[in-house]
């Protein structure tokens, strides 16, 4: 008597559900990942002033404001321009530490308003070191000798 193996009539077969789940945690990575620099993409022409740069703080509060009059703050964005909304933010994104120094970088072409506004924020919450950043003069060429 003849025992068969059943085994070789078995096609074989590519199971494609892991793919597709390996597949889909690739695109889920790639997209959060490439929110990481949306900062990047606001363009800022920061005001001319002459100095000497000052050393950066490392943890200083950046409050951003955009030439259209958005503010910024951190990584996050004001959801209304008015003092109260800009000052929510600031709140949950700074905490309590009021002592952190704060950095607002505007844009040249900003509503003097925005600033003002983003001062006054700023100044009700407590914040006592605040830097306005600006960019260097551009040098002009010197007369040759």
Known sequence: MRI???????????????????????????????????RSVLKLELPRAEGEPTQAQEK????????????FVGDREALRTDVDSLKRTIAEVAGDDRG??????????????????????????GFRNIAIATAPEPRAAEPAR
């Open 4 to 38: 068969r193996d059943h085994r070789a009539d078995d096609e074989p077969e590519i199971n494609l559900i892991p793919l597709i789940d390996v597949v889909l945690c690739l695109i889920i990575f790639f997209v959060i990942t490439t929110t990481f620099e949306s």
């Open 60 to 71: 200083a509060l950046s409050v951003l404001v955009n030439a259209d009059g958005r503010y």
């Open 100 to 125: 952190r120094g704060v950095l607002l970088r505007a844009d040249a072409r900003t509503p003097h308003q925005a600033v003002v506004t983003a001062l006054d924020a700023l100044g009700q919450l």
